[in-house]
């Protein structure tokens, strides 16, 4: 609940700007900076945001800003207050958005199934190796051997398959309705081909479980470079959903950035130490909607970092405003992150480019 006597709709009235829909979560309006109607009144935060401009901050700050009031915190809410009518003694009832707190029931998660899934993938995975030949494209991507190894990546096996299964089931593994295993004449067998060669990365989830993984190819089928290691429509196989890829991170709890790819959050993570979720495409929003409740409960506020090629790709700018809409209308600050095409494409590029300027910059300043 906000711990002012009055609302952003308030302010916004204050500042000549038009409201509609105090009820809700939040609206947009036309930005008084810009004019494009784009900003972003949240009602339940006090907060603004135009993603076209990006103008934003507090409800104090839009004051301040539109009003060309210059004085303290204090000094700018004294001010809103005279000008509301608003005494010191005086009975204020809070918008409906904020006059009450709303116990919001989290979504039911089958946590049984993904520790049954966590569990085939982990042992799955244990029979494998990492090749060498794979070890150079994870080394450039800026991973070691110990990340390698606490990721969990390995190759794809190019035989074996039955085999590979038959030592599950020893261990009391069951592999029905398991993503990527299936019934070839009653015998459980894993649908890969030796065509299919590249290397294995588990995709670990909202609640830190190996929900799936995905296969990142040698030979990319024409545009294709992942695939889901699925088992769809097959006997005893199931899906694998486009699950986003979870990183926890250890500084500024409060934000989570999202971004798309998995090396896109694991390299970001390991260098910045921000929290990421990264979905498994741009338009594969599906998933991340059913977290967005848990989200909300953990994060302040959600960063969106797609790649910087947003400018020139229209499909990738379209997919970024239809996240950030999203993300606004489920009562989340939202926000982008964005940064020059010439430092790199993707995130995980960013962050290696910043890394490798610290450490020049690091070097020089040691030879002076």
Same mark, same amino acid.
């Given at each position: 609940?906000?711990?002012? /006597?009055?609302?952003?709709g308030?302010?916004?009235? @204050? ?9 809700? /979560? ?21 907060? !603004? ?12 700050k ?38 009450k707190?709303?116990?919001? #029931?989290?979504?039911?998660? *089958? ?5 049954? @899934?966590? #569990?085939?993938?982990?042992?799955? %995975? ?11 494209? @994870?080394?450039?991507?800026? @991973? ?6 606490? =990721? ?8 074996? !398959? ?21 019934? *070839? ?6 649908? %890969?081909?030796? &065509? ?40 005893g196989?199931?899906?694998t959903?486009?699950?986003p =890829? ?7 709890? *409060?934000?989570? +950035? ?9 390299i970001?993570? &390991? ?20 977290? %967005?409740?848990y +989200? ?10 797609? *790649? ?15 996240l ?17 095409l ?9 962050a ?11 070097i020089?300043?040691s030879d002076?």
């Amino acid at each position: 609940m906000s711990s002012f /006597p009055f609302t952003i709709g308030d302010v916004a009235r @204050l500042c000549n700007l038009t409201v509609r829909r105090e009820n809700q /979560p939040s609206e947009y309006i036309s930005c008084p900076f810009c004019g494009r109607k784009k900003m972003n009144l949240h009602y339940g935060k006090g907060l !603004y945001h135009c993603p076209a401009c990006g103008e934003g901050g507090s409800m104090l700050k839009l004051y301040s800003v539109l009003r060309g009031f210059q004085g303290s915190k204090a000094e700018i809410v004294r001010a809103i207050k005279k000008e509301l009518g608003i005494t010191e003694n005086s009975y204020y009832r809070f918008s409906k958005q904020t006059d009450k707190q709303v116990e919001e #029931t989290l979504p039911q998660v *089958d946590f049984e199934r993904m520790k049954r @899934l966590d #569990t085939v993938y982990r042992a799955f %995975l244990n029979k494998l190796f990492l090749a060498r030949i794979h070890k150079p494209d @994870l080394y450039a991507r800026g @991973l070691s051997n110990k990340d390698m190894e606490r =990721f969990g990546f390995k190759s794809v096996p190019l035989f074996g !398959y039955k085999a590979l299964c038959r030592d599950l089931l020893a261990e009391n593994i069951s592999l029905e309705n398991v993503g990527g295993f299936y019934l *070839d004449n009653g015998e459980w067998t894993i649908n %890969l081909n030796p &065509k299919m060669t590249g290397y294995m990365i588990p995709v670990y989830n909202y609640f830190g479980y190996i929900e799936g993984i995905q296969i990142r190819l040698d030979r990319p089928f024409g545009k294709t470079k992942y695939l889901w290691f699925s088992s769809n429509g097959l006997p005893g196989g199931a899906a694998t959903a486009a699950i986003p =890829f979870y990183m926890k991170g250890t500084r500024k709890s *409060d934000t989570l +950035i999202i971004t798309e790819g998995a090396f896109k959050a694991i390299i970001p993570n &390991k260098v910045f130490g921000y929290s990421l979720l990264a979905l498994p495409g741009v338009n594969n929003i599906r998933e991340f909607e059913k977290l %967005l409740p848990y +989200i909300r409960q953990d994060y302040r506020q959600i960063l969106i970092a797609f *790649d910087a090629d947003f400018r020139i790709n229209e499909n990738v700018a379209k997919a970024k405003e239809k996240l950030r809409r999203l993300i606004y209308e489920s009562d989340i600050y939202c926000s982008t992150f964005e940064w020059d095409l010439s430092d790199g494409k993707g995130l995980d590029d960013f962050a290696l480019h910043w890394l490798k300027n610290r450490d020049n910059a690091e070097i020089e300043g040691s030879d002076e």
